[in-house]
Every structure is written in C-alpha cells, then in structure tokens.
C-alpha cells in the first residue's frame, strides 16, 4: 500500500513563496514520476509540473519562470517550491506518483490572497 504524505500548503499574500513537499512510503514497485496537480473551486483538476526519474520535467505554462518542481529519488520525495504567488494559484494541491498505478494524495490547501 503506498501511502503519501504531503505538507506545506497554507494562506499566504499575492507575490509570497510556498514550498510543497510529498514523501512516498510503501511503494515495491518502480516509481516512474512524482509531481503535483491542483483543482480549484469549480474547476478540472489540472497539471502543475511532474518530474520523471530521469529528470524530464512537464509543467503547465501558468506556471513556468515562478515554480520549481524537484524530487529526492533516494527519499522518495518530491518538492514543489512556489515563487511570486497569485490568488489564481488558489487551489486545494495534490501529489501524484506514477507507477502502474496513479497514487494520489490527500491535498493540501494553498491559498493566495490579492
């Protein structure tokens, strides 16, 4: 069973910083991605960025030139560090390990106020 743990969300002002952090336990199988999605209030959940095990990154262009997505393979952990927030990056964040399998997350509240 794997299980994921996440942490670091939480209310901060418009140009603040966040950092994410998920760690995945229980997983016996190869993990090929680890990365972040988020689903606002009356939205489609949507990709923020996910990292490969190699290193490849694809990340939504909202967010290019202010997230940074980084993952700990040894712990594996991924970290998801959130510069120059905006209240439209407002938004319950979820974790995702990709295996055979998606594993998801519990999420975690970011919210940005204007």
């Known amino acids: 069973q794997v299980q994921l743990v996440e942490s670091g969300g939480g209310l901060v002002q418009a140009g603040g910083s966040l950092r994410l952090s998920c760690a995945a336990s229980?997983?016996?199988?190869?993990?090929?991605?680890m990365g972040w999605y988020r689903q606002a209030p009356g939205k489609q959940r949507e990709l923020v960025a996910v990292?490969?095990?190699?290193?490849?990154?694809d990340s939504a262009d909202s967010v290019k030139g202010r997230f940074t997505i980084s993952r700990d393979s040894a712990k594996n952990t991924v970290y998801l560090q959130m510069n120059s927030l905006k209240p439209e990056d407002t938004a319950v964040y979820y974790c995702?390990?990709?295996?055979?399998?998606?594993?998801w997350g519990q999420g975690t509240q970011v919210t940005v106020s204007s």
């Open positions: 995702v390990v990709r295996a055979v399998l998606d594993y």
């Open positions: 229980g997983a016996r199988f190869r993990i090929n991605a």
């Open positions: 990292i490969t095990s190699g290193g490849i990154i």
